[in-house]
């Protein structure tokens, strides 16, 4: 009776030391299934098709991923401010979401090689003529809560002395978008690709995109457990792999019309 006992608890500790040694890699194989999170008010990164179905650059990468780990992909639609507490909560695996690699940011969670680059950048109405960064003293001043963009355009704000008084933060980015349509306010700070896209609507044809935020790369990864270094490391590879495969560059063309342009490939390489 003692050595069943005994030999029923050594492969308790068996199965828990087993367990306890198993990493998000081996948790995601297992299950079957990738729990992506994507910001999807983020058009082309990001968005909801005409069929009303998860699409995008950051998507196809979901896709792409799920398809190497050879598991199903769950697109998980998150805001800007999901992003790490849905990687702490263990609702997501991996975030690919446009995430800026911030130093703050990385004492919460792991950072991949970059995966993108942006601009930032003003779209304001045609009638504004926003010609500098500086134009944006006497006007109404919004964006996106929690992103980059935010942080940039505040921290102007603040060495220049404007105050801000004449900023608001958005919940999401339709929000922020929606709000300049609507004229709460009269410029709007987000991204070159962003901005891109909105000028082809008809909503926004009598806007302009103006300035970019001086002096600044957004440089973007994926984001997962800081913990996680295995599984990072394989999502480190995986990039590698979209450029050197080509399957980085058919993203680019699907959705921006385009190859990818050769100084945005050599600054993914250089900024690893």
Partial sequence: MIKKLAAAALACVAFTSVNATADQLDTVIQRGTLNCGVVLDFPPMGYFDADNQPAGFDVDYCNDLAE??????????????????SLISGKTDV???????????AKTVGFTYPYFVFKFQVIAPKEENISSFDDLKNVKVGAALGTT???????????????TDNYTAFKSENDAYLGLYQGKVDAVISTNTNIATKLQSEEFKDFSAG??????????GLIAKRSETAWINYLNLFLVRQIRDGNMNAAYN???????????????????
């Fill in 68 to 85: 190497v780990l050879g598991v199903d992909v769950n697109i998980l639609n998150l805001t800007w401010g999901d992003r790490i507490p």
């Fill in 95 to 105: 975030v690919i979401g446009s995430t800026s690699d911030t130093m703050e940011r």
């Fill in 149 to 163: 963009y935010e942080t940039e355009y505040l921290a102007y704000a603040e060495k220049k002395g404007w105050g």
């Fill in 211 to 220: 300035p970019f935020v001086p002096n600044y790369d957004d440089v973007v």
């Fill in 254 to 272: 699907k959705h921006f019309g385009s190859d990818a342009p050769a100084d945005l490939i050599q600054s993914l390489r250089d900024n690893k």
